[in-house]
């Protein structure tokens, strides 16, 4: 029978000791959010270009690099009436299972226009299978809302994707 190394002991106790006399920590947490380290990847979110187009040009990568195969990307082309990003193709069809996604950020270092971007959001839960599974309309980034206040702002408020200048002088330039 060996005898138990007195020192660690000691040092065990003294631990415990000290965190008895240390006030406790507690979140209420639905009312107050603890803040995240800026490098947690929470969930995904596909982005826009500041006039509005996706950036998502559908060329899989994100697919090709996920290693639990839980991105699907359905490319399609574009035409000059319909345009959705600035490239030849867009995703017709994107989607990311949850239930299969580990987090592991290998889909937002394999897009070469940062598209797919992990978010701070973490409350993620579902009552079924299917909802786990994001659609591309639940995972765009609304487009960026027109400059309130300017002229062309007030004559077309319903043409988002426009590109709005500034007013110079009063004067549309």
């Known amino acids: ?18 965190e008895m ?38 060329c899989s990568l994100c697919a090709a690099a996920c290693p639990t195969d839980a991105i699907y990307v359905e490319p399609a082309e574009q035409t000059d009436e319909e345009r959705y990003s600035p490239g030849e ?23 070469p226009t940062g598209a797919i971007v992990l978010e701070h959001q973490y409350e993620l839960s579902y ?15 609304p487009p960026p809302a027109p400059e309130l206040g300017t002229p062309r702002a007030m004559k077309d408020p319903g043409n988002l994707y426009s590109a709005i200048p500034p007013v110079k002088g009063g004067v549309e330039a």
């Open 1 to 18: 029978m060996t005898l138990p190394d007195i020192g660690a002991l000691f040092k065990g106790m003294s631990v415990t000791l000290r």
């Open 127 to 141: 009552y079924d299978r299917r909802s786990a599974i994001i659609t591309k309309e639940q995972l765009l980034v």
């Open 21 to 58: 006399f240390n006030p406790p920590v507690t979140i209420q947490y639905p009312e107050v959010k603890k803040p995240v380290a800026p490098r947690f990847r929470g969930r995904h979110e596909l982005k826009r270009h500041d006039n509005g187009l996706e950036k998502c040009i559908g």
């Open 89 to 111: 193709r867009y995703a017709a069809r994107y989607e990311i299972n949850l239930l299969r996604c580990i987090y592991c950020g290998f889909c937002e270092e394999a897009c």
